[in-house]
């Protein structure tokens, strides 16, 4: 099994940045795609980006391209991904997912679904006031 432990939203104003952090453990061979999904009020779960823990192939969606940034530390452990949030729009309050999978590098970056991804954090609210 894995466990995923999200960390860093909380109250920012509006052109702001966050750092969001997801913590992996268990198996490490059970996954190795992370991934970050938002979910707004009333709003059905959305891919943000994802990487790949072995190529670092990643995938980040247009509507956050150059603002949003997801990273793996260069180390061996490859059980921690960041979500880099910088110029922070009200739009962005959302709460944030972090979800993992061992999946094909080319599914990882396709766009992933969420319906791919086997293993899923608790959430972490990001709130931008303007």
């Known amino acids: 099994q894995v466990q995923l432990a999200e960390s860093g939203g909380g109250s920012v104003q509006a052109g702001g940045s966050v750092r969001l952090s997801c913590v992996a453990s268990?198996?490490?061979?059970?996954?190795?795609?992370m991934a970050w999904f938002l979910q707004g009020p009333g709003k059905e779960r959305e891919v943000v980006a994802s990487i790949h823990t072995n190529t670092e192939r990643s995938y980040v969606d247009d509507s956050v391209t150059g603002r949003f940034t997801i990273s793996i530390p260069q180390d061996d452990l490859k059980n921690t991904a960041y979500l880099q949030m910088n110029s922070l729009k009200p739009d962005d309050t959302a709460m944030y997912y972090c979800?993992?999978?061992?999946?094909?590098?080319?599914?990882?970056?396709?766009?992933?679904?969420?319906?791919?991804?086997?293993?899923w954090g608790q959430g972490t609210q990001v709130t931008v006031s303007s």
């Open positions: 268990g198996y490490t061979y059970m996954r190795n795609c």
């Open positions: 979800a993992a999978v061992r999946i094909h590098p080319g599914r990882c970056t396709a766009p992933p679904r969420g319906s791919e991804f086997d293993y």
